[in-house]
């Protein structure tokens, strides 16, 4: 919010309050809301944007970080009763718990036989225990080590590394809750990170994973730590994927795929991800969102292809798609390129049809813009009656 926060005053300087109001409620209204946030905030984000988990703040691991006590616990039947089997964190209670349910996520792990012993996590707050999902006796000593882990901050490299070297063992492991686990941890990591835990993954298990259709939420991740490796004919598989691809796959796995290809072919997958998603208007918006955050990872990495190579193909995307043109707007701002503010100005006197999220964003990187030309740009747009 710390951009809101600093835009506001000239937000309400060049609309009128209750025009302001109006917009605010209906990116609330139309579930844009955290659209806006995301648009408001993208400097801070830290963790991939392409594979990250939807509910960073509830994977298995902050929950247990969270919570007072940690069990395993033979339970069978939802609301019933479960007699503890070891402890992992706290005292041992001495009789059965009653468990309140089975925290989200964890009913999606696949059945297993009656009596097996579930994860048991007690909030001391609600005076409840949840199950977090099945996880055998006998795996007791990775979920100790795992607890054991050290918290890994955006600017503490080292640790998310040997976060990351322990969680990664567990990608697809045996144990569905040790697979989600693994799979939430490394998902979480930013790009560049990614980069460095790529070669310690599988190339040949990757390949097999991203065929596989019961991980189909995982591919992003996959795909992206597929492109990431130094495998001589990956650029030619993640080509055969995308020419299989159509409209309808989803943004994460397509965007996944891009990027995977611009990390495979530089400046010239680059190029083909330019011609093909970016200078078509007539690209469906959910592939042109998809090859646009493809390129926002790179460019915030600027590592295989460089920032301003990306920029270009953000100014030929603004020329080409006028009324889409502000989806580029927050990373331009972000990067501080704020050379764009008279070709955003002309995108909305474009005429109708202006993209409903696309139009807010230009308005933010206008007013965020420090030069002299988007001062003039806001008030020639407000006169014109286009704010």
Request: with cysteine; hydrophobic share 50%; glycine share 6%.
């Amino acid at each position: 919010m710390r951009d809101y926060v600093s835009i506001a005053p000239g937000f309400c300087r060049y609309l009128n309050p209750t025009i302001a109001l109006m917009y605010f409620n209906a990116l609330r209204r139309a579930g844009l809301w955290a659209a806006l946030l995301l648009l408001l905030c993208a400097a801070d984000a830290q963790a991939c944007s392409i594979c990250a988990p939807s509910d960073l703040q509830n994977t298995l691991m902050r929950r247990l970080a969270a919570a007072d006590r940690v069990v395993l616990a033979q339970w069978a039947v939802p609301g019933g009763l479960a007699h503890p089997l070891v402890s992992a964190s706290g005292l041992l209670p001495q009789s059965d718990l009653m468990v309140a349910g089975v925290l989200p996520g964890a009913d999606a792990l696949p059945p297993r036989l009656a009596g097996d012993a579930h994860l048991l996590l007690f909030n001391a707050g609600s005076q409840t225990w949840w199950s977090a999902g099945r996880l055998g006796v006998q795996r007791l000593p990775w979920l100790l080590e795992a607890m054991k882990m050290p918290v890994a901050t955006a600017d503490r490299t080292e640790l998310q590394l040997e976060r990351a070297r322990f969680f990664v063992r567990g990608l697809e492991d045996a144990e569905p809750l040790i697979a989600r686990a693994a799979y939430d941890e490394i998902a979480t990591l930013p790009y560049a990170t990614l980069r460095r835990v790529a070669p310690w993954v599988d190339a040949a298990a990757l390949a097999v994973w991203v065929e596989d259709p019961a991980l189909l939420s995982r591919r992003p991740l996959y795909y992206l730590l597929w492109g990431l490796q130094k495998k001589s004919g990956t650029l030619a598989l993640l080509q055969a994927q995308l020419a299989q691809a159509n409209t309808t796959l989803p943004v994460a796995e397509l965007s996944a795929l891009l990027a995977a290809l611009v990390e495979q072919g530089g400046a010239e997958g680059l190029l083909w991800v330019q011609q093909r998603f970016l200078q078509d208007p007539k690209i469906p918006d959910p592939s042109t969102q998809a090859a646009l955050l493809a390129l926002s990872v790179h460019g915030g990495e600027a590592v295989r292809v460089t920032r301003q190579q990306v920029v270009q193909a953000y100014s030929a995307f603004i020329a080409a798609n006028p009324q889409r043109a502000g989806l580029v707007a927050s990373d331009l701002g972000t990067w501080e390129h704020w050379e764009f503010a008279q070709d955003f100005a002309q995108a909305l006197q474009s005429g109708p049809g202006h993209a409903f999220t696309s139009r807010y964003a230009i308005v933010f990187y206008l007013l965020r813009n420090p030069t002299p030309e988007a001062k003039t740009a806001l008030e020639r747009l407000r006169s014109a009656g286009l704010l």
